[in-house]
């Protein structure tokens, strides 16, 4: 039988520490936090706040970082590619950055979206993840309905197709901040 978790790769040394915790530092200070959302095809979801307790910032090209973590992010999808060679990325959406205060949390979902977070290139085929701190306790992502759980580490990262076999959760953070950064690979 085919174990799904075999399509999620985990990357120890996505990003060295020092970056992570200068990423960190930096967006924590500077960033125009936005509270998060869930979005449908047709704008917000009322329900956002029963789905997400985050605040976000989407770091772009020519921000601060941005190509130290392209450089990460290129090389964990190639990585990826080289095992799964069907996919053919063509884009990679905008770096969001997501902070979870104590308290915060995203509920169980899918990342196979067309029109969200100002992204319209159509569905992503992967979604990559890097890690920036691991000095708070709770915060576990939780893919496959529990099959997977990655160790939390600072600088490590994971890649995983963007598809309904692939929903994942980020548990309560019960004390600290916890940092993550995302894109969706087009």
Same mark, same amino acid.
Not at 96 to 105: A, I, Q
């Given at each position: 039988?085919?174990?799904?978790?075999?399509?999620?790769?985990?990357?120890?040394?996505?990003?060295? @520490?020092?970056?992570?915790?200068?990423?960190?530092? &930096?967006?924590?200070?500077?960033?125009?936090?936005?509270?998060?959302?869930?979005?449908?095809?047709?704008?917000?979801?009322?329900?956002?706040? @029963?789905?997400?307790?985050?605040?976000?910032?989407?770091?772009?090209?020519?921000?601060?970082?941005?190509?130290?973590?392209?450089?990460?992010?290129?090389?964990?999808?190639?990585?990826?590619? @080289?095992? &799964?060679?069907?996919?053919?990325?063509? /884009?990679?959406?905008?770096?969001? +950055?997501?902070?979870?205060?104590?308290?915060?949390?995203?509920?169980? &979902?899918?990342?196979?979206?067309?029109?969200?977070?100002?992204?319209?290139?159509?569905?992503?085929?992967?979604?990559?993840?890097?890690?920036?701190?691991? !000095?708070?306790?709770?915060?576990?992502?939780? +893919?496959?309905?529990?099959?997977?759980?990655?160790?939390?580490?600072?600088?490590?990262?994971?890649?995983?197709?963007? !598809?309904?076999?692939?929903?994942?959760?980020?548990?309560?953070?019960?004390?600290?901040? /916890?940092?993550?950064?995302?894109?969706?690979i087009l």
């Open positions: 039988m085919l174990d799904i978790t075999n399509y999620i790769k985990h990357f120890p040394n996505a990003l060295n @520490k020092s970056t992570a915790q200068l990423v960190v530092d &930096h967006y924590y200070k500077n960033a125009p936090w936005r509270k998060s959302s869930f979005a449908t095809n047709t704008g917000l979801s009322p329900e956002s706040s @029963k789905k997400v307790l985050m605040n976000e910032y989407w770091i772009k090209k020519g921000d601060m970082y941005y190509d130290d973590l392209k450089k990460s992010f290129r090389h964990m999808v190639i990585e990826y590619c @080289k095992i &799964h060679s069907k996919i053919i990325p063509e /884009r990679f959406t905008d770096f969001r +950055l997501n902070h979870y205060s104590e308290g915060g949390f995203m509920k169980n &979902h899918i990342d196979n979206i067309h029109h969200s977070h100002g992204q319209k290139f159509g569905y992503p085929h992967i979604t990559a993840l890097m890690f920036l701190n691991d !000095n708070y306790e709770g915060g576990e992502i939780v +893919l496959c309905d529990g099959n997977y759980k990655p160790q939390k580490k600072q600088g490590s990262g994971i890649v995983f197709p963007s !598809n309904f076999m692939f929903p994942h959760e980020v548990k309560k953070v019960t004390k600290g901040h /916890r940092y993550s950064l995302m894109t969706w």
